[in-house]
C-alpha cells in the first residue's frame, strides 16, 4: 500500500515537472537571452518522463522498486534543484543557494546510477 501511494505521488510530480517545463519553455521562446530557462525546461520535461518510466518498470517488476523509487525521487528532487536555481537566476538574478545547480546535477548522475542498479538487482520472487 506504502509502495502504490509514492508511486502515485511521483506520477503526480512528474505531472508537475512536465507542466513546468511546458512553461519554462515558452517563457524561454519570449523572452531575450533566456537560454538558462530553456536549460532548465529541457531538464525538467526530460526527467518527468524519466519518473514515468521508472514508475512503470517498478509497477511491473522489471527494477527493483524501492531502488527504482529511491531513483525516480532523486530525479525530482535533483531536476527542482537544478532548475530551480537557473530559474531563479534569470528571473531574481541570484540563485537558489551555492552551488545548488551542480549538486542537482550530482544527484541526477546518481539517480541514474541508482536507476542501474535496480535494473541488475535481481527481483525478489513472490
Not at 505531472?15 to 533566456?34: E, K, N, R, T, Y
Not at 527494477?63 to 525530482?76: K, Y
Request: glycine content about 8%.
Amino acid at each position: 500500500m506504502r509502495q502504490a501511494r509514492l508511486l502515485r505521488i511521483l506520477v503526480i510530480l512528474a505531472g508537475i515537472m512536465g507542466a513546468d517545463g511546458v512553461i519554462l519553455a515558452a517563457a524561454s521562446a519570449h523572452q531575450p537571452d533566456a537560454s538558462r530557462l530553456a536549460s532548465a525546461s529541457s531538464m525538467l520535461l526530460f526527467h518527468s518522463s524519466a519518473v514515468l518510466a521508472v514508475v512503470a518498470l517498478a509497477e511491473r517488476g522489471i527494477i527493483h522498486a524501492r531502488i527504482g523509487i529511491a531513483a525516480a525521487s532523486g530525479f525530482v528532487i535533483a531536476t527542482a534543484l537544478f532548475a530551480g536555481d537557473l530559474t531563479l537566476r534569470q528571473f531574481a538574478g541570484h540563485g537558489l543557494f551555492p552551488f545548488a545547480a551542480p549538486s542537482g546535477g550530482t544527484l541526477l548522475i546518481i539517480s541514474w546510477l541508482a536507476l542501474a542498479v535496480a535494473a541488475a538487482w535481481p527481483r525478489r520472487v513472490s
